[in-house]
């Protein structure tokens, strides 16, 4: 994984949504809607973020989030 396309880690609660056969997954509120799983998203320098990891829960996506944030710094 080339780390110099990002800069910054991002986690959010995402629910599942499906519409016909098509799945996909949204960011939520996890206050308002219970998540399906929380995913780790890496932000790109030239915009926009490339999700990374799904994650059974908010501990685990915040470890691994942890985790690239200091491979980002190394790389910097």
Not at 47 to 60: K, L, Q, Y
Request: glycine share 6%; hydrophobic share 35%.
């Amino acid at each position: 994984m080339n780390m110099d396309l990002y800069d910054d880690v991002e986690v959010h609660a995402v629910t599942r949504k499906v519409c016909e056969d098509m799945e996909y997954f949204e960011i939520c509120d996890p206050n308002k809607v219970g998540p399906y799983c929380w995913s780790v998203y890496l932000h790109l320098k030239c915009g926009g973020v490339e999700c990374v990891a799904d994650c059974p829960n908010e501990g685990t996506a915040e470890l691994i989030a942890q985790a690239l944030k200091l491979k980002l710094k190394e790389c910097s």
